[in-house]
């Protein structure tokens, strides 16, 4: 069982950056793919970004691809997203999911665990 927490959303203007955080309960969080996705109101909950239980692979979306980074650091079960040169639509919650596999990808069906969220909103 893994419990996921994020945390680090808040009100930026658009250029700025944020960095969100997903900590993780769990002595083998290191054996989870994770992923982080969004929601904006009214809409799908889609794919941001994901990286390899060990951190060598990751795959983007091409809206934030080039803008957002994701990374891990197993010693503190958690997965970092920082996301620079935000715009308006990338205001949504994001959400960090743990999957039982080495590499995760887009598909929400893919992923086991899910945290609650934080919201992102970005002024223009």
């Known amino acids: 069982q893994v419990q996921l927490v994020e945390s680090g959303g808040r009100l930026v203007q658009a250029g700025g950056s944020l960095r969100l955080s997903c900590a993780a309960s769990?002595?083998?969080?290191?054996?989870?793919?994770t992923g982080w996705f969004r929601q904006a109101p009214g809409k799908e909950r889609d794919f941001v970004a994901a990286?390899?239980?060990?951190?060598?692979?990751?795959s983007y979306a091409d809206a934030v691809k080039g803008r957002f980074t994701i990374s891990r650091d197993n010693a503190k079960n958690t997965v970092y997203l920082q996301m620079n040169g935000l715009k308006s639509e990338d205001t949504a919650v994001y959400y960090c999911a743990a999957a039982r596999t080495k590499y995760s990808g887009g598909s929400l069906r893919e992923y086991d665990y899910w945290g609650q969220g934080t919201q992102v909103t970005v002024s223009s």
């Open positions: 769990g002595r083998t969080f290191s054996r989870y793919a």
């Open positions: 990286i390899s239980w060990t951190g060598s692979s990751t």
